[in-house]
């Protein structure tokens, strides 16, 4: 089936109503979603998508801009399921959010990552939050940077250390390929802590189909990629941009290439303990994906002022011109498989 229908389908099954083709939908189009009414103990929805009913639930998590609840649902059926509902803290709404998580999650479930994205269960509005969503709450996940504290040995230069930050960068790397051109979709918000690892997975390897190509990771972890709330899709049409903060509104196109990847990276090379814990190869291939140059000063800035220094990576990454195809995500892809065939392969 062509992604456009399965994600007419999934758009469907949650009674969410669009005015034309999803493809084509802006900031401003009118899209009509289930609404949320409350109830005694916490909340229901009724008429078109009606009948589900949510706990009042515990505030699991307080981010930046969302807030993350654990919420109790029961369906139709009366069947039961612990979901994460989360809301916007400004109560603008995260409609774009949670379509954009729907569409990577449908691209990435249709070329065989079913567990890269959470699934979008529910996109409902809110009488005073407006647009929510709920979605699978991922088990058995620590962030990426606790992952990385606990497998990374961090007292010496090691081959072993390489492997275990090339594992998890191969797959981000191969779900921003799939979803860049699926969807013309840039995450733009790729940190550490907006990456899930799962451990233990049943099968060790990955095997993805992708664009002629087969990609076999090699990995006992998986990584899951949320918070799309600053992500974008779409070029020149400017089709659902999507910006959280006023720091990073105005134009900015998507996708631009090798960008994702480019502050994935750049992220972890702030941190000295990173950069001391990679083999000398490791760090050359780092060096090689972000420029000699650029790595030697994202380490010097790090150190001096850390908060001036992501924020100049984030601006830097909003730069109309921004271009980086050492960075580009099958490029990155290629890279790991020559270093590191036990990790990546790719025929
Ligand atoms: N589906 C999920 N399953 C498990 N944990 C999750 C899930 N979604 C979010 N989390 C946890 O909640 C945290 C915050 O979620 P998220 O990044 O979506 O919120 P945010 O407010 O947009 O983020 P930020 O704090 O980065 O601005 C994540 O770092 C992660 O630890
Ligand atoms: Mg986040």
Redesign the pocket.
């Known amino acids: 089936m062509p992604l456009a229908a399965v994600i007419d389908e999934a758009l469907a099954a949650l009674g969410v109503q669009l005015p034309g083709a999803w493809s084509s939908l802006t900031n401003s189009s009118v899209v009509n979603v289930p609404t949320l009414f409350a109830t005694e103990d916490g909340w229901e929805t009724r008429g078109v998508g009606g009948g589900v009913t949510f706990s009042r639930g515990n505030l699991a ?1 307080q ?4 807030m ?1 609840w654990e919420v109790v649902r029961t369906d139709r059926d009366g069947q039961e399921s612990v979901v ?1 509902l ?1 809301a916007d803290t400004e109560n603008r709404g995260l409609l774009h959010e949670a379509l954009l998580q729907l569409f990577a999650r449908c691209a990435l479930e249709r070329a065989g990552c079913p567990e890269a994205v ?1 699934r979008v269960i529910d996109i409902l509005a809110h009488p005073k939050r407006g647009v929510v969503f709920t ?4 088990l058995n ?1 620590t ?1 990426l940077p606790t992952y990385l504290e606990q497998h990374l040995d961090w007292n010496v230069r090691s081959v072993k250390n390489d492997r275990v930050l090339w594992r998890v960068v191969a797959q981000v790397a191969l779900y921003c390929w799939i979803l860049e051109e699926e969807l013309g979709l840039n995450h733009r ?1 790729l940190k550490g ?2 990456v ?1 690892v799962m451990v233990p997975r049943d099968s060790p390897t990955h095997e993805v189909k992708f664009k002629g190509r087969r990609v076999r990771i090699t990995s006992d972890a998986t990584a899951c990629l ?2 799309f ?1 600053f992500a974008c899709r779409g070029s020149a049409e400017r089709v659902l941009q999507q910006s959280a903060s006023v720091r990073h509104q105005g134009f900015d196109f998507c996708p631009k290439e090798g960008r994702d990847l480019f502050l994935f990276l750049a992220l972890f090379w702030m941190e000295v303990g990173l950069r001391g814990c990679l083999s000398l190869d490791g760090v050359e291939m780092m060096e090689r994906w972000l420029g000699p140059k650029k790595a030697l000063q994202i380490a010097r800035h790090s150190e001096v002022d850390e908060e001036d220094c992501m924020e100049r990576l984030y601006l830097n990454n909003f730069l109309p011109e921004f271009r980086r195809v050492e960075t580009a995500p099958l490029t990155v892809l290629m890279d790991i498989a020559a270093v590191a065939p036990d990790v990546v392969t790719l025929d």
């Open positions: 998590r981010g930046n801009y969302g993350l994460f989360k959470p979605m699978n709450p991922i996940a962030v918000d802590t907006n899930l949320i918070d709330g």
